[in-house]
């Protein structure tokens, strides 16, 4: 119940104070490529030759739709690249960073980015598998976009300020970073694209041995390659190394591939990089050059500002020096107000979650006691209920066992009756019907005597017959036998 409190409560939090807050899905093995967002590559083919067991894929969500994709390095803690397509230039930029839990624990229920400081204890081994926030502090290294916040629409923007989309990079280099990749977007590629959803983006970062406090990656050099797959496509790969802010180098996407890992391919058949349009690629290539020549006049015009003889600019040196000064008097206090709001604004919260937790105690206390009186109330009724529904009951089955007792009663009497009186009745009309009996019988009796005698001597007579008839018939037969035959007819 404590965990469910705890859940909800961070859940809470996250829509009251991001409504619609990131969300992102770690992707199973078994599915293909990025899911959802595989929108973000040329023929939704991602990128092949990134097969180590520490490589991640996310499909990063906002609002329940895809915004980009992340391959994650859950070794170097940074990602490897992010594929995106430009929306329009953000207008203003808010930074709300967030984690993804299921990078450290797969089998965590949480499926949306959530702040670090709201996860509390609900993901196992937070920090194990993804950089966190506390890896850059006081490190010298800001978290650095590889999808740029500043090339994305308010939604996709949102989703931008993720851990798993940043990599370690100096303020310095961040900075140009973004400013080079912007230019080069909006000016370059974009107009160059004839269909601006067929622009596909990927930013990405090689990783270094290099590791900020022993554990996040810091990279050797950042990349960004682009693939316009209209009619007229062309591809494009671009270059900074880390030890030179002011670098950007054109390459063929096949030419960077060899600077990754073996075996890559970021684009599908190449983007058809054999059948390209190379008055395309030049016009893009054109610009690309004119926008790193204004950046080397800018940076060469404020060079040479910095360089104005020591007697013109003595007084800004001076208030520099003092302002250095005063930055350095200053850091203390600033760092001591930090930690004061830091601490007010975990006093907050900790008082939020105590008043939370003793609302939800008390309420649930008399909820409980409610639902108690409740079921108290209803068990109460229901069995006076049935009492005063089994009573006309029972008075019904009392009144009629008491008819069926007497039934009974009446036929037992009648029953013994009958049998005490059919004895007599039967002797007495026995013994009256003697007579008639033994008077009737002597008529039968003498007829039945005369009729064997008439019998007896009809069968006497009826021997005697038969005896001379024999005798007369042997006679007759010797006489045939031993008397001639002509003396026997005489």
Request: hydrophobic residues 40%; charged residues 20%.
């Amino acid at each position: 119940r404590e965990w469910t409190m705890k859940t909800s409560v961070v859940f809470l939090l996250c829509i009251s104070v991001f409504p619609g807050f990131s969300q992102g899905r770690v992707v199973r093995e078994d599915e293909t490529g990025f899911a959802e967002c595989n929108v973000f590559f040329p023929g939704q083919v991602p990128p092949e030759g990134f097969t180590e067991p520490f490589h991640v894929k996310i499909c990063q969500q906002y609002n329940k739709e895809p915004r980009f994709a992340t391959l994650y390095s859950t070794k170097d803690k940074i990602p490897l690249y992010s594929a995106f397509k430009f929306t329009k230039p953000a207008q203003s930029e808010e930074e709300n960073w967030l984690v993804e839990p299921q990078v450290d624990d797969p089998e965590n229920d949480l499926r949306e980015m959530v702040h670090e400081a709201d996860i509390g204890g609900t993901v196992a081994n937070l920090g194990a598998n993804q950089a966190l926030t506390s890896d850059y502090v006081d490190s010298g290294y800001e978290r650095g976009l590889l999808n740029p916040s500043l090339l994305n629409e308010e939604d996709f923007q949102v989703a931008t300020y993720t851990l798993t989309n940043a990599v370690p990079l100096s303020p310095a280099l961040s900075k140009s970073w973004h400013r080079d990749i912007g230019k080069v977007v909006e000016q370059a590629l974009i107009p160059h694209c004839s269909k601006m959803d067929h622009l596909y983006l990927l930013a990405g970062a090689v990783p270094s041995n290099v590791q900020v406090k022993g554990k996040v990656s810091v990279p050797e050099s950042l990349w960004l390659a682009a693939c316009c797959d209209a009619p007229e496509g062309w591809s494009l790969g671009l270059v900074k190394k880390i030890s030179d802010e002011n670098s950007l180098a054109d390459l063929r996407v096949r030419e960077m591939e060899k600077q990754l890992l073996p075996g890559v391919h970021l684009f599908k058949g190449n983007c058809g990089e054999d059948e390209q349009s190379e008055e395309k690629r030049e016009a893009v290539l054109q610009v690309v050059s004119q926008i790193r020549s204004r950046e080397q006049v800018v940076k060469s015009n404020n060079q040479e500002t910095k360089d104005e003889p020591v007697e013109k600019s003595n007084n800004q040196e001076n208030s520099g020096w003092v302002r250095r000064v005063a930055g350095i008097l200053a850091t203390p206090f600033i760092k001591l107000l930090e930690l004061l709001i830091y601490i007010f604004v975990e006093l907050v919260k900790f008082v939020f979650y105590f008043l939370w937790l003793v609302v939800k105690r008390v309420v649930g206390t008399i909820l409980d006691g409610v639902y108690s009186l409740w079921n108290g109330m209803v068990s109460y009724l229901k069995a006076i209920s049935m009492v005063l529904i089994s009573i006309p009951y029972d008075v019904g089955r009392v009144i009629i066992n008491i008819f069926l007792g007497f039934l009974q009663i009446v036929q037992d009497v009648v029953s013994l009756t009958y049998r005490i009186l059919s004895i007599p009745v039967g002797f007495l009309l026995h013994l009256a019907a003697f007579p008639y009996h033994t008077i009737c019988a002597i008529p039968s009796v003498l007829k039945d005597v005369a009729t064997g005698i008439g019998g007896t001597f009809s069968l006497v007579i009826d021997a005697t017959a038969a005896v001379l008839h024999g005798f007369y018939y042997l006679a007759c037969h010797i006489i045939k036998r031993f008397v001639p035959k002509g003396s026997s007819d005489d």
